[in-house]
């Protein structure tokens, strides 16, 4: 033994399969670690409450889904159920700004005819899909064709003080044979919804009505509200209802019109007499503006048009208060007063104005503010909505949104990131144990 052993001592060194072991751990400690954050998050299917395709068409379909609260949400989408690549936004949002909303209504655009796309929701940063794992999942029509003949189905949804009730979700459905037609009320609680476009639910394929056909309408509001309106397809075609939210009408089973549930909360619209729009000093980019308004059921209304040249006309509001006038020539641009006059419940006069300009054309502002122009006039697809911006498509990446999964299995963190942190361990591992 050499002396120096004596008193130095020999250092004693971990055994090799020990180290061994030691590195594995660490290197499985951290790529579970790694791995762990690839595995999406479902939230629970219990707080989704009914979802919707709708609108479908070859390049374009809309979106509803209902939550149990209010929260924010959007959708990832794509052909491939391995990556779901884009994601959209709902309609009222912009992507520096997203609303919490109980409904939610996407639009998704600039799609292929005859094509299965897939896609999941994604609610208050929780992935959404089916209770088996699925993605949901729908597939566009091939073409359209437009075959059932009937005008569009319009309306207007108040609150109980009468005031609009603006961007609530309207679904229309036939028999729950076909996917719904939706659209959302605008900020002054009209809708508008074409009746020509039904696409049978299994296989996609275009459905011809004759109007005999009993339909549907929902109105779901954000408040939890709903109001339903019965009637055929027929009854609801070319007609203006303006109705009360959270109250139901039945068109088809009661000789009033008006189910017996409605009749004391119709009352107030009943008695009510208002100019509904234009609206007070609007800009109208039309040259022919539909003029409408509410008075007494059947009450005669004598409208006069005072500007450059003057229009009078006496029409009949409907059974239930409803009335509209159709200015028969171009009005001039510029400045014009409506009055209408009519009679009260007390069978008084009551006379009402309304001042608004003609812009036409002339520039943006008077697309933006101005009110609709007559129904006859203006072709309205069934997504048309007022909101802030065109809805939003931005490719996920794994560092455009964390919060995103873009595909099924992965969720935000690069295939090969773990491969390599692997490697850097190992090298870290076989360093230590040379080290020892």
Do not use: C
Request: neutral net charge; without cysteine; proline residues 6%.
């Amino acid at each position: 033994m050499i002396y120096s052993d004596l008193y130095t001592g020999r250092k004693q060194k971990i055994p090799t399969i020990l180290g061994l072991f030691f590195i594995l751990f660490i290197i499985i400690f951290f790529f579970a670690i790694i791995n762990g954050s690839a595995v999406p998050s479902k939230a629970d299917l219990a707080g989704l409450k009914r979802t919707e395709v709708t609108n479908l068409s070859p390049i374009q379909i809309s979106i509803y889904w209902q939550t149990q609260n209010k929260e924010t949400g959007w959708l990832v989408y794509g052909g491939n159920q391995e990556r779901l690549t884009n994601i959209v936004l709902d309609d009222r949002d912009i992507p520096e700004k997203k609303g919490a909303y109980l409904n939610h209504y996407v639009t998704i655009r600039n799609l292929k005819p005859d094509s299965l796309y897939f896609y999941a929701i994604i609610s208050s940063n929780k992935r959404i899909v089916k209770p088996d794992g699925s993605l949901f999942s729908f597939r566009t029509p091939k073409t359209i064709s437009n075959l059932t003949k009937l005008s569009p189905s319009s309306g207007k949804v108040l609150h109980a003080n009468l005031s609009p009730l603006s961007n609530a979700i309207v679904l229309l459905t036939v028999n729950n044979e076909v996917n719904p037609i939706s659209t959302m009320t605008k900020e002054n609680g009209e809708w508008l919804i074409p009746l020509n476009s039904f696409f049978d639910k299994e296989h996609q394929n275009e459905k011809v009505f004759s109007g005999k056909e009993t339909a549907k309408i929902e109105v779901l509001s954000e408040d939890g509200n709903i109001s339903t309106v019965t009637n055929s397809l027929e009854g609801l075609s070319g007609s203006t209802e303006t109705i009360i939210i959270g109250k139901n009408y039945d068109y088809l089973h009661t000789d009033n019109v008006l189910s017996a549930t409605t009749k004391s909360v119709v009352e107030p619209i009943k008695q009510s007499i208002a100019i509904i729009y234009p609206l007070e000093n609007s800009l109208i980019p039309g040259r022919r503006p539909l003029i409408k308004g509410v008075a007494l059921p059947s009450a005669k209304i004598a409208i006069t048009i005072n500007s450059d040249k003057s229009y009078s006309a006496s029409i009949t509001a409907d059974r239930s208060g409803n009335w509209s006038y159709m200015i028969p020539e171009d009005l001039d641009i510029g400045n014009h007063v409506i009055f209408i006059r009519t009679k009260n419940i007390q069978g008084g006069d009551v006379v009402l104005s309304r001042r608004f300009r003609i812009v036409a054309n002339e520039g943006m502002d008077g697309r933006v503010l101005g009110t609709a122009s007559g129904e006859p006039t203006v072709t309205i697809k069934p997504t048309d909505k007022a909101e802030p911006t065109p809805t939003t498509y931005i490719y996920v990446s794994p560092t455009a949104n964390p919060t995103i999964t873009p595909s099924l299995l992965k969720s935000g963190v690069s295939d090969i990131f773990p491969i390599i942190s692997g490697i850097a361990f190992i090298i870290v591992g076989g360093g230590i144990l040379l080290a020892l």
